[in-house]
């Protein structure tokens, strides 16, 4: 059975979707293929359907990522079909909890910016509205959260 992670933003088509192309690529990179598959949602419904942002897109391709995606809101029987969800901020964050008015998946939901090692800001700002720059800034963002994430993973023995 393999390690399932699912990223969470709020549309589904500019973070969330870049950590998955990010966190496959280097899935790929190191051969943990049949060990750790990736999928991501938004908690919003506005964009179901959609491939990631042009912008979000271009940014990724510059750095040799895909930039795949078809965008999905997050439903409550994600708790049961994914062994770690990775919110992008603590909007994001509530927004999933709510789902769980039991608490009974609370210590499956994390910020993604936790397993950051070289970057202190606590969320993934959202690039929907600003300038170019701010997606250049989600990749480095998210190139080394997810670097982070595989890390910890094999440390805590998740995965081997
Ligand atoms: P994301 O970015 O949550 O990273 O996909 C956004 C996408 C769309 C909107 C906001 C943020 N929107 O307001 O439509």
Same mark, same amino acid.
């Given at each position: 059975?393999?390690?399932?992670? +699912?990223? $969470?933003?709020?549309? /589904?088509?500019?973070?969330?979707? %870049?950590?998955? /192309?990010?966190?496959?690529? +280097?899935?790929?990179?190191?051969?943990?293929?049949?060990?750790?598959?990736?999928?991501? !949602?938004?908690? !919003? /419904?506005?964009?179901? &359907?959609?491939?990631?942002?042009?912008?979000?897109?271009? %940014?990724?391709?510059?750095? @040799?990522? %895909?930039?795949? @995606?078809? !965008?999905?809101?997050?439903?409550?029987?994600?708790?049961?079909?994914?062994?770690?969800?990775?919110?992008?901020?603590?909007?994001?964050?509530?927004? $999933?909890?709510?789902?769980?008015?039991?608490?009974?998946?609370?210590?499956?939901?994390?910020?993604?910016?936790?397993? !950051?090692?070289?970057?202190?800001?606590?969320?993934?700002?959202?690039?929907?509205? &600003? &300038?170019?720059? &701010?997606?250049?800034? $989600? $990749?480095?963002?998210?190139?080394?959260?997810?670097?982070? +994430?595989?890390?910890?993973?094999?440390?805590? @023995?998740?995965?081997?």
């Amino acid at each position: 059975m393999k390690y399932r992670l +699912l990223f $969470v933003c709020l549309g /589904n088509i500019c973070r969330s979707p %870049s950590a998955e /192309n990010i966190m496959n690529h +280097l899935v790929e990179q190191r051969e943990l293929c049949d060990t750790i598959s990736c999928d991501s !949602a938004g908690t !919003a /419904n506005y964009h179901m &359907g959609s491939p990631p942002d042009r912008r979000m897109a271009a %940014s990724l391709k510059k750095r @040799g990522f %895909s930039d795949h @995606g078809k !965008a999905r809101q997050f439903t409550p029987w994600d708790f049961r079909n994914f062994d770690l969800i990775l919110v992008m901020d603590r909007s994001n964050l509530e927004d $999933v909890l709510a789902y769980d008015p039991r608490g009974e998946y609370t210590e499956k939901v994390k910020l993604l910016c936790e397993f !950051a090692k070289y970057h202190s800001l606590q969320e993934v700002p959202d690039p929907y509205y &600003g &300038g170019p720059d &701010g997606f250049e800034k $989600v $990749v480095d963002l998210l190139q080394d959260a997810c670097a982070g +994430l595989l890390e910890y993973l094999q440390q805590c @023995g998740r995965i081997k």
